[in-house]
C-alpha cells in the first residue's frame, strides 16, 4: 500500500514539480524513510521491491531539493543510502550531491550546506562511512566549484 502512495506522489511530482512545495507530504515521507532498515531484509524479492521504493523516495526527496534550496536538511537526511552495498542505480542521486548542488545553490546556499555538515560530523550518531560518503560526494564538489569560480570567500563568510 505505501509503495502504491509513494509511487502516486513520485508521478505527480515528477508531472508537477512544484507541487510537492504546497503539500505536506514531504515530512510523512521523511519519517517513514527514516524508519526503513534495507539491511536487515532477508528475502531477495522483497529486497527489489523495497529498492525501487526507497529509489521513488528518493527522487521525490531530489525533486524537493531542487526546488527548496533552503531546506538543508533534507540533503543529509539522504546520505545514508550510499553507506548500503546495493545493485540499483543511484546516478540521479550522485549526480545531484556531485553536480547540482555546485552549480545551482548559490554562495550562501553552499555556505548553509557547509555550516550543516559540520553540524553533521559532529554529531556521535552519524556513521563515519557517511561522513566519508558526505565528503566524497557533497562537499569535496561543491567546495571544488567554489574555488574554480573564485567564490570560496564568499561561501566560508
Not at 65 to 89: G, V
Not at 100 to 125: A, D, M, Q
Amino acid at each position: 500500500m505505501a509503495y502504491k502512495a509513494i509511487r502516486i506522489i513520485r508521478i505527480i511530482s515528477k508531472r508537477n514539480p512544484h507541487w510537492l512545495q504546497k503539500t505536506n507530504i514531504i515530512q510523512p515521507l521523511l519519517r517513514y524513510w527514516n524508519k526503513k532498515n534495507l539491511e536487515s531484509i532477508e528475502d531477495d524479492l522483497l529486497k527489489e521491491l523495497i529498492r525501487d521504493e526507497i529509489t521513488q523516495i528518493l527522487k521525490i526527496f531530489v525533486q524537493y531539493a531542487k526546488d527548496n534550496h533552503r531546506s538543508i536538511k533534507i540533503i543529509f537526511d539522504m546520505l545514508p543510502i550510499f553507506n548500503l552495498r546495493q545493485a540499483s542505480d543511484l546516478s540521479f542521486l550522485y549526480n545531484f550531491y556531485k553536480y547540482y548542488i555546485g552549480e545551482h545553490y548559490t554562495s550562501e546556499e553552499k555556505r548553509l550546506v557547509f555550516e550543516e555538515f559540520l553540524k553533521y560530523i559532529k554529531n556521535p550518531e552519524v556513521p563515519i562511512e557517511t561522513i566519508a560518503n558526505a565528503s566524497y560526494v557533497l562537499i569535496y564538489p561543491m567546495m571544488l566549484k567554489c574555488f574554480k569560480a573564485g567564490k570560496a570567500k564568499e561561501m566560508f563568510t
